[in-house]
Each structure stands twice: as structure tokens, then as C-alpha cells.
């Protein structure tokens, strides 16, 4: 399993970032994908998920209303989209997928990223 984030970058405060995660190595439409991020020295924060229908999509309360995460299964890609961006969602974006089951952000998602740094100024 590959997962492989981009669109990462510096913006200031109120603009906007997508993300996109490239997977492979499985099959993508029996698998939930997920979003998370991490900033040094904290914990690992969820932000968004996706159920491997797209039907389902879970949010972090910090980020509801201004991010969207969706998906193109022909292409095997997860999105997350970035509205409204404040400093402090400054942090590193991975990705992340998991077989079947609840898709929320407080799942464990079994399969990672690299990430991809976001930057708000």
C-alpha cells in the first residue's frame, strides 16, 4: 500500500490549500481514507474522513465548515479541500487509509503517508 500526498505549501491566513493523496497497491474502494495532521511536540489531531463509498464523511469540529474531503475512485484519490486557513492549521498533512469500518477522524487508520507540510501565515 502507497499513499502519497501533495499540494502542500505556504498561504496566508483566508486562503486556500487542496490536498490530493495518491493510493496504490490496493483496492481503493473497499478502503476509508482519512486525513490527519500533526504539529511538533502535539499529538496527532484527525480531520477529516471518507467511507470507501464517499457516501459518508467526518470532520474535525476544528475544521468543519471550511475544509471538504472527497474523493475520485477512478483515480484513486482523496482531496482535501482548505478554506478559510488560520496559522493554526499550520502543521504536517498525512493521509491515511484503512480497511472497512468507521471512517471517522478518531479511527486507526492502518496505512500512512509522508505528509506534506501546510503552512498559514
Known amino acids: 500500500v502507497q499513499l502519497v500526498e501533495s499540494g502542500g505549501g505556504s498561504v496566508q491566513a483566508g486562503g486556500s490549500l487542496r490536498l490530493s493523496c495518491a493510493a496504490s497497491?490496493?483496492?481503493?474502494?473497499?478502503?476509508?481514507m482519512g486525513w490527519f495532521r500533526q504539529t511538533p511536540g502535539k499529538e496527532r489531531e484527525g480531520v477529516a474522513g471518507?467511507?470507501?463509498?464517499?457516501?459518508?464523511?467526518y470532520y474535525a469540529d476544528s475544521v468543519k465548515g471550511r475544509f471538504t474531503i472527497s474523493q475520485d475512485s477512478a483515480k484513486n484519490t482523496v482531496y482535501l479541500q482548505m478554506n478559510g486557513l488560520k496559522p493554526e492549521d499550520s502543521a504536517m498533512y498525512y493521509c491515511?487509509?484503512?480497511?472497512?469500518?468507521?471512517?471517522?477522524?478518531?479511527?486507526?487508520?492502518?496505512?500512512w503517508g509522508e505528509g506534506t507540510q501546510v503552512t498559514v501565515s
Open positions: 471518507i467511507s470507501s463509498d464517499g457516501d459518508s464523511t
Open positions: 491515511a487509509a484503512k480497511r472497512g469500518g468507521f471512517c471517522g477522524p478518531s479511527a486507526d487508520f492502518t496505512f
Open positions: 497497491g490496493y483496492t481503493y474502494s473497499t478502503y476509508c
